[in-house]
């Protein structure tokens, strides 16, 4: 908490240290590099994708990578790269997206249980507690059949069933934050509560709760997948990884290019999310020095 | 307090979320859209329903329902349900109408419980070593490629990996058999894939648990004393490390039940995984009500072991 809180410590504040220790670790900066690079492929897939996802050409199915289908096509004739492409923003939405509901629903039930504390804090905590013991992949199927196979409901379910963590991380902190010497301070100087929320107690939650987001996307994505392998994914032919993959494995022994471009790009992105979730983390935590 | 208290203590809040977690499904699929009649029978026998007058229909309908248990409100589905289920009774299930759902679990259990234990073993065996190496070896390169490498397995998703080793073992190098789960070569591939996960997780752990030992005080006096490297090591450190490893390898062991079911997928290997699947995408209720209840009961007694022997081999620990 240290530096957290001498934010302005020799003219750098908290994030540009912080951004500092983040650019020493190399695989966090690559980690990052390859997120920005795919995020602005996926704002503009529709002008990029040479071909859309669901066009057919019956003629070149099951065609190896070439000049015309860069990545080969599928047992339909569709353009692999394009659908990889839809793919990526896909996960991509499903990622961030889930993490919105994530966030919005942590951070509302942490934060009432850490501040009224007693009854509704025991009462908030045990919903949370059975939210961890639900088996969430069960749950996100049942969540998925109840709401529809769309990329929205698909989002909100994978949210719906991750924010227990969140909502645990924020009422600590929050537990802690208050009774904190600084926020007595500020409290004994006549702030009022308004102003200590917004001023010290949310700066100071910032950090940990960027760190468990920046975790959440790549299981996020990782839950889609595994929805779409089983058939509950989004509904084809919308390509996500997880279809994708399930389509390849089918056709793995004739033609493995179905299902290498989907692997390799899907490990790279999930392993990417988690080195930038790690040089977060250790960027993040204040007690770490420069 | 005492072990016994705290153990029933435990197992009460056990069947209290089992009872909380049941009714959200049950309000759940009640909510779900579509008649649960349409989707069995279309099952059962493909589609003749259309054949049928609108009478003959009601009657069929009626016997379903009565079957099933569906006749009477939600609150008692839910009652009658949970009264079977406690005593691993959970009646037939759309797809199977002829056989109870405990009868199809427990031939398929063995598979599944065979690959997580064989998963299991390998992933201790392998990753207790890798993690005391990259310990011991902290900041080489043996170091940094261990833990790459854990982290890579600890990320990316089995099933995925599963894929690639299939391209290498299967479609390039054509060694093992793509799929299948009668022959020790068929279980090869499965088994490692469900094993890297928690042979990543125990590797990371262990060696972070070691090298939190080795800063202890005691391992300074054991080394004063003279000691070998060999034996404060064998001696004090690695047996106290050791201790963190235990409280993951619980959960792991638990979450390997779900985490098996993509590669039962994947390798078409016919356990409790597959089950599941098919309770998913053919909207088989009874089947997906009894998968929640068996995952999540066997997570939570699975937690409840794993506190009850880490109690025991750490004594500073005390039941609350």
């Known amino acids: 908490m240290e530096v957290a809180l001498k934010q302005r410590r020799r003219g750098t504040s908290y994030w540009a240290a912080a951004w500092r220790r983040f650019k020493k670790n190399k695989m966090a900066v690559a980690g990052l590099i390859y997120i920005i690079i795919i995020i602005i492929i996926s704002i503009f897939t529709p002008w990029i994708a040479p071909y859309p996802y669901d066009e057919p050409h019956y003629a070149h199915t099951f065609e190896k990578p070439s000049a015309r289908f860069w990545w080969g096509t599928d047992d339909l004739g569709r353009d692999m790269f394009s659908r990889n492409l839809y793919a990526m923003r896909n996960a991509l939405l499903i990622g961030f997206g889930s993490q919105i509901v994530v966030l919005i629903i942590g951070v509302i039930i942490g934060s009432i249980a850490g501040f009224r504390g007693g009854r509704i804090d025991t009462i908030l905590m045990r919903i949370t507690d059975i939210m961890y013991a639900f088996p969430t992949f069960l749950f996100n199927v049942i969540l998925v059949t109840v709401m529809g196979r769309g990329l929205f409901t698909i989002l909100v379910a994978v949210g719906l069933t991750g924010w227990a963590g969140m909502a645990r991380l924020v009422r600590g902190m929050v537990m802690y934050l208050k009774n904190a010497e600084f926020v007595e301070a500020a409290r004994a100087l006549g702030a009022k509560e308004g102003y200590i929320i917004r001023k010290y107690i949310l700066p100071n939650m910032l950090g940990p709760i960027i760190v468990s987001l920046a975790f959440g996307i790549p299981n996020g994505i990782w839950i889609e997948s595994g929805l779409a392998l089983i058939g509950m994914g989004v509904r084809p032919p919308m390509p996500s990884w997880g279809n994708m993959i399930g389509a390849g494995v089918a056709y793995i022994m004739a033609f493995p290019h179905m299902v290498i471009f989907p692997v390799l790009t899907f490990a790279l992105t999930l392993l990417a999310f988690t080195y930038v979730g790690d040089g977060l983390r250790d960027a993040l935590n204040p007690r770490s020095e420069v | 307090m005492g072990l016994v208290r705290y153990i029933l203590r435990r197992l009460f809040t056990i069947f209290v979320s089992i009872v909380v977690v049941i009714i959200i499904t049950y309000i759940l699929m009640w909510l779900a859209p579509g008649e649960f009649f349409n989707i069995a029978q279309f099952q059962a026998s493909g589609g003749r329903v259309a054949t049928l007058t609108p009478e003959q229909l009601q009657v069929l309908i009626k016997g379903f329902e009565e079957k099933y248990g569906l006749n009477v409100p939600l609150w008692k589905q839910i009652l009658n349900y949970l009264k079977d289920a406690f005593r691993f009774k959970f009646g037939p299930s759309f797809s199977n109408p002829n ?92 088994v490692i894939c469900v094993a890297l996960g928690p042979m990543a997780v125990i590797a990371r752990f262990m060696r972070s648990s070691l090298l939190d030992v080795l800063n202890q005080d005691y391992i300074r006096t054991a080394y004063a004393k003279g000691g070998t490297d060999r034996a404060v090591i064998m001696r004090h450190a690695l047996r106290n490390s050791l201790i963190p490893i235990v409280t993951i390898i619980g959960p792991q062991l638990a979450f390997l039940f779900t985490g098996t079911v993509w590669i039962e997928n994947l390798f078409r290997v016919p356990g409790l995984g597959q089950l599941f699947v098919n309770a998913a995408s053919m909207r088989d209720y009874p089947l997906l009500v009894t998968s929640t209840f068996i995952l999540s009961l066997s997570v939570m007694l699975m937690n409840l072991l794993v506190d009850v022997i880490y109690a025991f081999l750490d004594p500073r620990i005390k039941y609350e």
Do not use: C, H
């Open chain 2, 99 to 190: 056989e109870p759902i405990e009868v199809q679990i427990a031939r398929r259990f063995p598979v599944t419980f065979t690959l997580a234990i064989l998963s299991m073993a390998l992933a201790v065996i392998v990753g207790i070593p890798l993690g005391v190496i990259a310990a011991l070896k902290r900041n080489t390169w043996v170091d940094y490629i261990t833990m790459f490498f854990s982290m890579a397995g600890s990320i990316i998703p089995a099933y995925t990996i599963g894929v690639i080793m299939v391209l290498i073992f299967s479609v390039w190098l054509r060694v093992l058999p793509t799929s299948g789960w009668e022959t020790p070569k068929q279980m090869i591939m499965p």
